[in-house]
């Protein structure tokens, strides 16, 4: 399904509101994003119970029912009865997760249900609410094409991360400081597209994941044991993409030893010259991309003086760093693939601030040697 327009976590609720009482209404986006959630927490919000079939495990007979005989001799007629979980007398909200992961065969069961509100003799109260959602087809997931016909039952939404709108959820929630910390200085980790092959990789149910597992080890609190360097890999590796588990253990070293951004910027820390520390190096490198990216603006003329001499503090800060490891120093200037995010896009550097790097930083190495 073409994204044409996407919405966040905050705005589908209204949307639900105004539109799923009136027609169902089909959400995509990518596994782990928060769909199931955001039904279940909309049928709160209505006061109405929330009944939720998987797709992926219906047969037709599961919505439809099985025949009962009704009636004797002449008048005998068999009448199929849908299963009580659906036929209900009170209003209800009915989610089809993973609609589009179903079968042929469920996929057409669903039409009267979806269009008419009618199964067999059963239809559903007038007060019923109706939402599908599922995976969309380059996220590696279960998906099967829908027919015109069934998308053209349904009003579509596509829901994208919001990093505003997790963290703002996440502190409600009380999820774990280190992560909390980390999504806020590096919100474009919050998800990294679906890989090819099988493995891990970040969306926001999978950083909750991690919070929780940090917090059953005790992890940074006060009482807490001190969570070995081996064990954090392999709960990071565990749950995130490979490269956003690495940036996440250096941001954790890092907090450990209290590097930061702004000590380096201020001058009052230098950066870990250590090779075990590489990792803090990386993280740090990558942290001062991206404020960059976000505090520098896009054309020179008209910058701030505060801005002027952030690029210039992240000159020298780079030549210091280019002579610990080349390699994370180019980080900063090309990025990584850890930046790139579910849409495929990427935080990027001002034209003018590169060409400054280019020029300026043989002499800024020279007049350090």
Known sequence: MHAAVTVTPSQLPEILLHVAVTRPVFVWGQPGIGKSSLVQDFAKHVGLPCETLLGTQLAAEDLIGVPRIVGDGDRARSRFCPPENIARDEPYVLFLDELNGSSPEVQKAF??????????????????????????????????????????????????????????????????????????????????????HEEPFSTPRAWHMLSDLLRSYGAGLADGPDLSDELLRVLTLGTLSPAHAGQFRGYVRQVRHAWSVDALLKGTLRWPSDAAERDVCYFLAQSLRARLAKELPERRQGATPAAVDLAHRAKGLLTELAEISLEAAQTVVAGTDADTTQDGTTATLPGWFLVEVVRDLPRLAAARN
Do not use: C, F, T
């Open 111 to 196: 039409y009267s249900l979806i269009l008419d509100r009618r199964l067999g003799s059963y239809e559903l109260h007038p007060e019923s609410v109706v939402i599908g959602a599922g995976n969309r087809a380059q996220d590696s997931a279960i998906v099967r094409p829908m027919s015109s016909a069934l998308i053209n039952r349904m009003m579509h939404v596509h829901l994208v991360s919001s990093p505003r709108d997790w963290l703002a959820w996440a502190r409600a929630a009380n999820l774990h400081p280190w992560v909390i910390d980390y999504i806020g200085q590096r919100p474009d980790h919050l998800v990294s597209a679906p890989p090819k």
